[in-house]
Structure formats: C-alpha cells, structure tokens
T-cell receptor, first 114, second 112 residues
Framework: SAVISQKPSRDICQRGTSLTIQCQVDSQVTMMFWYRQQPGQSLTLIATANQGSEATYESGFVIDKFPISRPNLTFSTLTVSNMSPEDSSIYLC???????????FGPGTRLTVL | QKEVEQDPGPLSVPEGAIVSLNCTYSNSAFQYFMWYRQYSRKGPELLMYTYSSGNKEDGRFTAQVDKSSKYISLFIRDSQPSDSATYLCAMIGYSSASKIIFGSGTRLSIRP
C-alpha cells in the first residue's frame, strides 16, 4: 500500500488568509485526489490532480478558491484561498490503490478558520 | 436526497457484542460496495469490499449487500475496544467515469 504524508497536520488560520497543504506519496502515482471532510458530512471530492495537466474540479469547487499543483508523480499541493470559517474542515489527499474500488488516504490536515 | 445515507451515531456497545452498521443508497448503478474504517486523527483505510449483492466474510467482519433494497451492512462479531472508530460506507459504479461516493460515517465506541 502507498504511504501518504500531509503537511501541516493541523493549522488555525485567520479569515481572509490562504493555506497551502502538501501531500507526498512514497511511490509514483498517476492520479491524486483531494477531499474535504466536514463534521457530520460525507467525504467530498474537491478535485482530481493529474501530473502535467490542469486539475479537474467537482461541482461546487473552483480553481480560484482551491488551486492545485501537481509538479511530479509523488507530490501535490492544495491551497485554500481567502479562507472563511466555512472552510474549517479536514482536508485529505488520496491515491488510487491496486483495486478498482480502493483508495489510500493521507492522515489529513485539520483546518480551523477564525 | 443524498446518494448515500448513513446514521452518524454515535453507537456505543459493550466489548464482545455484535455490531451492525448500515447504509442505504439511491443510485442503482453502484456495483462495488466498500467499508472504510477511520481512526481518530487518521485517514480512512479500506476494511473490505463486496461486488454486487451477497455476503463477504473476513475474520470478525461480514459485509452484506442487498441491491434489491439498496441496503448494505457491516457486521462486527466479538467487538473489541480496538474496533472503536468511525466507519464509512462507500460505493462506486462500474463505469470508468465513476467516482467513489462516501457515506457520512458512523462513530462506533466499544466499551471495555
């Protein structure tokens, strides 16, 4: 299984600022995924990041708010821009597992916006 | 209506009890049904999956799918305090364009 690390593990930010979350995988992967997990809510896919191309965003998520970089096959970043308290959530990155239906997740970044 | 509904709990049971966790769904295109376990401060990890209808057993865990009722279950036998976690059901269709849809998770606590 892939080992995924995320930085930072948690942060408390002020309204209007931006935070960049890093995701590092111990092996090369084609696709990386970014999810949001709000309290009591389902894991929600924000976007899919392929190396060498623009990220694909899900309905309700836009590049200006959540810019993503994917500079190589083991690394990606998600920026949460112009934050508001509604952006307080856990942000998780994941990669495809060997099975069609499997994903490996990082430990998550717990973000609190004041 | 959400595509996948899951009771958030919390569910608290004594050690050794049988636990039943459930999800309902609305999209008949779902073909793979998964259960992820998420410990506190960790990311979800795949516990087991089932393709289409039927049962699948793995040690103390049994996954059950009833596609006619659009209902899936996870049973945990002889529950242990180490089973205390949030359990998320998840499902995906067969199309290459399908995405995994997750339930909101049920928080389970096993009392010693």
């Amino acid at each position: 299984s892939a080992v995924i690390s995320q930085k930072p593990s948690r942060d408390i930010c002020q309204r209007g600022t931006s935070l960049t979350i890093q995701c590092q995988v111990d092996s090369q992967v084609t696709m990386m995924f970014w999810y949001r997990q709000q309290p009591g809510q389902s894991l929600t896919l924000i976007a899919t990041a392929n190396q060498g191309s623009e990220a694909t965003y899900e309905s309700g998520f836009v590049i200006d708010k959540f810019p993503i970089s994917r500079p190589n096959l083991t690394f990606s970043t998600l920026t949460v821009s112009n934050m508001s308290p509604e952006d307080s959530s856990i942000y998780l990155c994941s990669v495809d597992g060997p099975g069609y239906n499997e994903q490996f997740f990082g430990p998550g970044t717990r973000l609190t916006v004041l | 209506q959400k595509e996948v509904e899951q009771d958030p709990g919390p569910l608290s049971v004594p050690e050794g009890a049988i636990v039943s966790l459930n999800c309902t769904y609305s999209n008949s295109a779902f073909q793979y049904f998964m259960w992820y376990r998420q410990y506190s401060r960790k990311g979800p990890e795949l516990l087991m999956y089932t393709y289409s209808s039927g049962n699948k057993e793995d040690g103390r865990f049994t996954a059950q799918v009833d596609k006619s009722s659009k209902y899936i279950s996870l049973f945990i036998r002889d529950s242990q305090p180490s089973d205390s976690a949030t359990y998320l059901c998840a499902m995906i269709g067969y199309s290459s364009a399908s995405k995994i849809i997750f339930g909101s998770g049920t928080r389970l606590s096993i009392r010693p």
